[in-house]
């Protein structure tokens, strides 16, 4: 057995070894790795270089052979049309070699240890002699082997689909082997090995090949997406409330709490951030928005909403369903306070407190309500959007909260922020407190600090006890007036906020769900989708809501790709490439779902179509030409664009009558797609499907013009008679059925109708029916047999002719020549035979003549000098016609035209 495989190795190695009974040999030309060390080209400095892994497993009396590294050129990988299968193979011989290692390993354990940290000297270069580090190494290769295999994959899957959808999967791949093979141990490689082979089966049965199934879930939202397209082909706009209709499907659907959290923040954030955005129409248009002070305040201000909403609701839950009884001492407080808000607020204050660890019975500092201290009341209303209940709380506290009430009351007066007077006089208090006195109250110091916006680098810890609350009280401090990050070093604006958020929540050390939530609260949504979608989990959440940002027209598009990301940045904002979030995910079920992927398709419609010199052809959009490649790659072509007969119609005098597919409510106009797959089913030999998709767009001077070309290669490149009477057969239905269409009669399908008489024509001369041949060509009068006509048949070949056509005129002229040879000698046996009385047919003998003294008769002169004649016009046409494809037509002519004898 063979394996390839092309992942950069700075090392190769080779490795011959031989174990027997009587000790343990180790021969090597070239140095493996240590073990234990990762090797170098998992780092990122490691190079673009390829290597070949060649490993041949033979066992016979209790020996093991393994050999081989080699080198290969990236050019050679990339030439090869179908990805290598190595992965299944390689594994399972790496599985019998380590089981054969270990039991060496037990067998020889004795002079494994006598010869550890021995080495002997092959050639220039030295190898370990532990069977222990041998298996190490063997393991090492085994995983670099793994990661090999898939990035072969990647790179001819990336070349066949022609964007970026293997680097990603690929860096994702090559850091779940890496962290794989750091935490398993020496037992735990086989199990590894097993696993990885078996992911690898699935993944290509599965949905890399576009055969997914789609969810209960994913359905909901592409009828959803339907109804949004449908509406956008009846108004010719954007559908700016997509992200509510997609919402909304989780209102009825019972499905993963965290999933419904993320469309209750993203919808919410962006439907109210996008309020402003129904002038946008252009990209600079939306930065330009983005950028905005109007911006930075409807996104704060949703932001905090939802913060504040969720945080209630949750409050609210706790109160209806208790986890300990404390129904009775909430009710008397509702009856005290006057309000169901008091009862969320000091139920929330309690279990704040209790994460905190604070004890209900220790007092902090001021007045007590509720068993609570005050300003953990008064926090808890403020985080909770209960202003009108904090004020209730400092107005029933000590001096100091009911001094405080006056910056609660202007606080919620201005939608939450203080004047210029009162922020800066609450922050000299603030600034003025001595902490280290040990009379502070921290709930006090979070309120003041919140409020005033004085401490926005605080985390304030012992009260934030999860992402929500650390991200509101940043919210709450952050100044929307603020434009540029530069414009105070005090004051938090959004887009400090924004630099703090990515540094807190880097990729692949944090949570996918609390970085979404984080990054879409600071109205980074180009960063929430990409990190959501690069979580295969939540990829259609994420590609659904790209469609629902680009219809908001608050999305930044790229249509740059980036290699192994979907995201871009420039001029310090981020863009998303829509086009590979879109096309990766769909391209996951397309197969199996031909409408759905239609659908989601649709949403490329305004992106400029992919350049691949792959592909010959031109497309307006990207929609165009993923339409081409799924129809390319399913073969649903009926499906796709519709039939021309369509099924229990009866067809009108032959008429065909066109029933649409799928495509056509979504692209009226298919013409470029069905040309280019046409063209495409015509190069490979499957000529009845690609005329079939020429008719069903009614493309018919393009179908004529093929028709045109393959009929003037079976002209040329004869073929067999039952293959001729074929296409024969399929032209002429084709032809007739115009006819009966009342097509316009255009000069390509004039062209046709000759070449169909000229195969006619051919076919009776292959029959050796020379007469009837003759009389094809004296109706068309394409080849003149009058000298009188050679004029006329001159200037029909320069100005009617196709090019197509007169290719075939000068092999044409060349077969009326034979047929008219033919057809003289056939009439002349005919008059000689019967002078002598011989039957007619019968082979004709000079003998017989001589003894008979027979000389010609009138008529055989007659009909010698009729022929000759004819013969004489079409020397005559072939001398004014050009040649190319017969250099020496006019020696063939002459020497055919000696036979008239």
């Known amino acids: 057995m063979e394996w390839n495989h092309s992942t950069p190795f700075n090392q190769s190695s080779v490795v011959t070894s031989g174990i027997s009974a009587g000790g343990i040999q180790l021969n090597s030309s070239r140095t493996l790795p240590v073990a234990g060390n990762i090797p170098s080209w998992l780092t990122p400095s490691a190079g673009n270089s390829l290597a070949s892994l060649r490993s041949l497993v033979n066992q016979s009396d209790g020996q093991a052979r393994w050999s081989g590294m080699s080198s290969i050129t990236a050019s050679n990988l990339m030439a090869a049309e179908a990805p290598p299968q190595v992965a299944n193979s390689f594994l399972e011989a790496t599985e019998r070699l380590l089981k054969d290692g270990s039991q060496y390993k037990q067998k020889h354990e004795d002079a494994s240890r006598s010869l550890a940290g021995t080495f002997l000297t092959v050639g220039a270069e030295q190898h370990p002699e532990s069977v222990k580090d041998f298996l190490d190494k063997k393991r090492q290769e085994a995983r670099g082997a793994l990661i090999e295999s898939e990035a072969s994959v990647c790179i001819q899957a990336k070349r066949r689909e022609a964007y970026l959808t293997p680097d990603i999967e690929w860096e994702k791949f090559k850091e779940n082997a890496v962290s794989q093979y750091l935490g398993a141990g020496s037992g735990g490689m086989l199990a590894l090995l097993r696993s990885q082979k078996q992911q690898r089966s699935l993944d290509v049965s599965g949905s890399q090949l576009g055969d997914r199934q789609l969810t209960k879930e994913e359905l909901l939202f592409i009828q959803t997406l339907r109804d949004c397209n449908d509406e956008i082909l009846t108004t010719h706009s954007a559908v700016s409330n997509l992200l509510e209709r997609f919402s909304a499907i989780f209102t009825t659907l019972s499905t993963d709490k965290a999933v419904r959290e993320l469309w209750n923040a993203f919808s919410a954030v962006v439907g109210h951030a996008r309020s402003d955005a129904r002038a946008v129409t252009t990209q600079d248009q939306v930065a330009a928005f983005r950028s905005s002070e109007s911006f930075n305040k409807l996104l704060i201000a949703g932001a905090r909403s939802y913060l504040e909403l969720s945080a209630y609701t949750v409050a609210e839950e706790q ?88 910056y609660i009351t202007e606080y919620q007066r201005n939608n939450g922020a203080l004047l210029a007077s009162s922020l800066h006089e609450l922050q000299t208090t603030y600034r003025n407190q001595n902490p280290a006195s040990g009379n502070s109250d921290l709930y006090k110091q979070a309120v003041m600090a919140i409020i005033s916006r004085a401490e926005p680098e605080q985390d304030f810890g012992g009260i934030i006890h999860s992402v929500h609350d650390w991200l509101w009280t940043k919210l709450a401090q952050t100044d929307t007036s603020a434009s540029s990050p530069s414009s105070s070093s005090i004051d938090l604006t959004l887009q400090k906020l924004q630099h703090t958020v990515r540094s807190r929540f880097p990729a692949k050390q944090t949570d996918d769900c609390e970085a979404f939530l984080a990054f879409v609260l600071t109205g980074q949504f180009e960063l929430a989708v990409e990190r959501l979608f690069l979580n295969v989990k939540f990829r259609s959440h994420a590609a659904f809501m790209a469609i629902g940002l680009k219809q908001a027209k608050v999305l930044l598009i790229s ?343």
Not at 572 to 593: C, E, P, Q, T
Not at 671 to 677: E, G
């Open 319 to 406: 109160v209806r369903n208790p986890v300990r009884d404390v129904s009775n001492e909430l009710s008397s407080n509702a009856a005290s306070s006057g309000g169901e808000s008091t009862n969320v607020v000091v139920a929330y204050a309690r279990a704040q407190l209790s994460k905190s660890r604070l004890s209900l019975g220790e007092s902090t500092s001021g007045t007590r309500l509720h068993g609570v201290p005050v300003w953990a009341l008064i926090y808890s209303a403020i985080r909770l959007g209960a202003l009108r209940t904090a004020v209730t709380f400092c107005s029933q506290g000590d001096e100091s909260t009911r001094d405080f009430a006056r």
């Open 559 to 901: 249509h740059e790709t980036q290699l192994a990301s979907v995201l871009l940045k420039r001029d310090g904002l981020f863009f998303l490439d829509l086009a590979s979030v879109v096309r990766i995910y769909a391209d996951g079920f397309r197969r199996r779902h031909l409408e759905p992927a239609l659908e989601v398709y649709f949403h490329l419609s305004e992106t400029p179509a992919v350049k691949v010199s792959h592909y010959d052809h031109q497309f307006s959009n990207l929609f165009e030409f993923c339409v081409y490649k799924l129809a390319k790659d399913t073969g649903n072509y009926a499906e796709l664009f519709g039939v021309a007969d369509a099924p229990g119609t009866a067809a009108v005098a032959g008429l065909a009558v066109p029933r649409k597919g799928l495509v056509h409510r979504l692209l009226p106009d298919a013409t470029r797609v069905v040309v280019a797959l046409a063209q495409d089913l015509i190069q490979n030999g499957e000529l009845v499907e690609g005329l079939e998709l020429y008719e069903t767009t009614k493309q018919m001077t393009a179908m004529f013009r093929v028709l045109l070309k393959v009929l003037a290669d079976d002209v040329l490149f004869p073929t067999t008679a039952r293959q001729r009477q074929s296409l024969l057969n399929l032209a002429t239905k084709y032809a007739e059925r115009f006819q009966v269409a009342g097509g316009h009669d255009d000069v390509t399908v004039r062209n046709v109708y000759v070449m169909l008489d000229l195969l006619t024509f051919l076919n009776r001369v292959d029959n050796q029916e020379y007469r009837q041949a003759l009389a094809i060509m004296r109706n068309i009068n394409l080849i003149p047999l009058e000298q009188n006509a050679v004029g006329t048949a001159v200037a029909a070949y320069q100005a009617d002719l196709l090019p197509e056509v007169r290719e075939c005129i000068p092999f044409v002229t060349l077969q009326t020549m034979q047929a008219l040879v033919s057809c003289y000698a056939a009439e002349k046996e005919r008059i000689l035979s019967s002078r002598i009385g011989a039957e007619v047919g019968s082979p004709l003998r000079t003998a017989n003549l001589l003894v008979s003294g027979v000389r010609l008769s009138d008529g055989l002169i007659k009909l010698q000098a009729t022929y000759r004649k004819q013969s004489h016009a079409i020397l005559d046409f072939g001398n004014k016609i050009p040649s190319q494809q017969l250099p020496n037509l006019m020696d063939l002519l002459i020497k055919l035209e000696g036979a008239l004898i």
